[in-house]
Nanobody, 121 residues
Framework: QVQLVESGGGLVQPGGSLRLSCAASGTIFSINAIGWHRQAGGNVRESVAM???????TYADSVKGRFIISRDYAKNTVYLQMNSLKPEDTAVYYC???????????????WGQGTQVTVSS
């Protein structure tokens, strides 16, 4: 079994910063991709920042220059540093990972439970 546990959400004023963390645990052979998505209200869940299977990073245009994704490979943990937050960043942020549990097994997609980020004065 694999679990993704997020932390770090909360209420912050516009212009402020928050740091999200996501730790993957369980039977993990390899992590192919890992990162963050978000969903606001009734909108579609969107990708925010990701480490791709090739190890590069991708960002949504709306967060480029403000958010930074980083990773601790030894701890199977990914972080999202969110700076210059705007009210439109308000959403539930979900950790996502594509993980292989064994060398001969196919990889599967996993999601965290989500953490609320609210940007408001």
């Amino acid at each position: 079994q694999v679990q993704l546990v997020e932390s770090g959400g909360g209420l912050v004023q516009p212009g402020g910063s928050l740091r999200l963390s996501c730790a993957a645990s369980g039977t993990i052979f390899s992590i192919n991709a890992i990162g963050w998505h978000r969903q606001a209200g009734g909108n579609v869940r969107e990708s925010v920042a990701m480490f791709t299977s090739g190890g590069s990073t991708t960002y949504a245009d709306s967060v480029k220059g403000r958010f930074i994704i980083s990773r601790d490979y030894a701890k199977n943990t990914v972080y999202l540093q969110m700076n210059s937050l705007k009210p439109e960043d308000t959403a539930v942020y979900y950790c996502y990972a594509n993980i292989r549990r064994g060398g001969l097994l196919q990889s599967n997609n996993y999601w965290g439970q989500g953490t609320q980020v609210t940007v408001s004065s």
